[in-house]
């Protein structure tokens, strides 16, 4: 079965930064756009950043702007998010997901785009 594995989340501070990894398997990952979501308690699933299948093309939520850095590794079938000033509102369980594509540049905002998800990784800030 195709699978897509987060890891990194844990409880950190406000201000600290954490890196989050989302490894592909059984999937032609060269082809794949791939994004980040994630999700606060009682709150909707909310865009967070995506990639286009080059790596040079992304994209940010507002609420990422200036803080996260999406990156992939097409040798390590890995995608990146690199958070930086964590702030208490950044709680919640992020989720990688790809989506195949013919495209090389274009990037997804949109859940409906994406046609696989991890299982998530929980990632806490605390004050």
């Known amino acids: 079965q195709p699978q897509l594995v987060e890891s990194g989340g844990g409880l950190v501070q406000a201000g600290d930064s954490l890196r989050l990894s989302c490894t592909a398997s059984g999937r032609t990952f060269e082809r794949d756009a791939m994004g980040w979501f994630r999700q606060a308690p009682g709150m909707e699933r909310e865009f967070v950043a995506s990639?286009?299948?080059?790596?040079?093309?992304?994209g940010l939520g507002n609420s990422a702007k200036g803080r996260f850095t999406i990156s992939r590794d097409n040798v390590k079938k890995t995608v990146y998010l690199q958070m930086n000033s964590l702030k208490l509102e950044d709680t919640g369980v992020y989720f990688c997901?790809?989506?195949?594509?013919?495209?090389?540049?274009?990037?997804?905002?949109?859940?409906?785009?994406?046609?696989?998800w991890g299982q998530g990784t929980q990632v806490t800030v605390s004050s």
């Open positions: 997901c790809a989506r195949e594509t013919t495209s090389t540049l274009l990037t997804y905002s949109a859940e409906r785009s994406y046609e696989q």
């Open positions: 990639i286009s299948r080059s790596g040079i093309e992304t």
